[in-house]
């Protein structure tokens, strides 16, 4: 079945380069999305990138795809103790039925330390 | 304008009683979802409407668990004898297509606590 792996959790330090990274498994994905939570609330959409692209950058925040290897990383420079959330990959698979349905790692808790 | 509101933001329920959850999409998003969300899960998904109709249901855990969606507005997900394995936050997301090419915009969630 289609699944979304990311680790667990990251711990960063102020200032530094955070980079989240996720496995997914169908190649046919059309879009692939980051979504932030921060504690009691919902899924915040941060950034997504369309399949015929490499690369996005919006900000602070830096998408890279890898097609090939069905790896997606998420970096976010300068990190701020305001980062601290958990990081959810979520792709749409591309199979009959369900189009339009993301599904979702299990999401990694970044920790930025002062 | 608002985004995805739910109601309400916390409910505790008895084992065994019934529990109605409500879901106002953003205006003009024609796609709705349903996803739950176990303490320290990620994202497990329930049910997804185009317009009024579920072509997705696949995700219904049991069936206990029902939904409807009046026109392309309101839902209301609905769980009949509740269990404790039913606690959870309940997450609605909406979209303006639901092809894939617009992305989820999510509530705060419903909160379930089943003692």
């Known amino acids: 079945g289609e699944d979304v792996e990311q680790s667990l959790f990251l711990s960063v330090r102020e200032g530094d380069s955070s980079v989240i990274n996720c496995t997914y498994t169908?190649?046919?994905?059309?879009?692939l999305y980051w979504y932030k939570q921060e504690p009691g609330a919902g899924l915040q959409l941060l950034t997504y990138?369309?399949?015929?692209?490499d690369m996005k950058q919006d900000q602070r925040l830096t998408v890279l795809l890898n097609k090939k290897d069905k790896h997606l990383s998420l970096r976010i420079a300068d990190t701020q103790t305001g980062d601290s959330a958990i990081y959810f990959c979520a792709e749409i698979p591309n199979y009959g039925g369900s189009q339009g349905n993301l599904i979702f790692g299990k999401g990694t808790k970044l920790s930025v330390k002062p | 304008g608002a985004g995805v509101s739910q109601s309400p933001s916390n409910k505790v329920t008895e084992k065994g009683k019934d529990v109605e959850l409500r879901c106002d999409p953003i205006?003009?998003?024609?796609?709705l979802y349903w996803y739950r969300q176990r303490l320290g899960q990620g994202l497990e998904f329930l049910i997804y409407?185009?317009?009024?109709?579920?072509?997705?249901k696949s995700g219904l855990p049991s069936d206990r668990f029902s939904a409807e969606r009046t026109g392309e507005s309101v839902s209301t997900l609905t769980i009949q004898r509740t269990q404790q394995e039913d606690s959870a936050v309940y997450l609605c997301?909406?979209?303006?297509?639901?092809?894939?090419?617009?992305?989820?915009?999510f509530g705060n969630g419903t909160r379930l606590t089943v003692t």
């Open positions: 990138i369309f399949s015929n692209m």
């Open positions: 205006s003009g998003h024609t796609a």
């Open positions: 409407f185009q317009g009024n109709s579920a072509p997705d």
């Open positions: 169908d190649s046919s994905s059309t879009y």
């Open positions: 997301a909406s979209s303006l297509g639901g092809q894939g090419n617009s992305p989820l915009h």
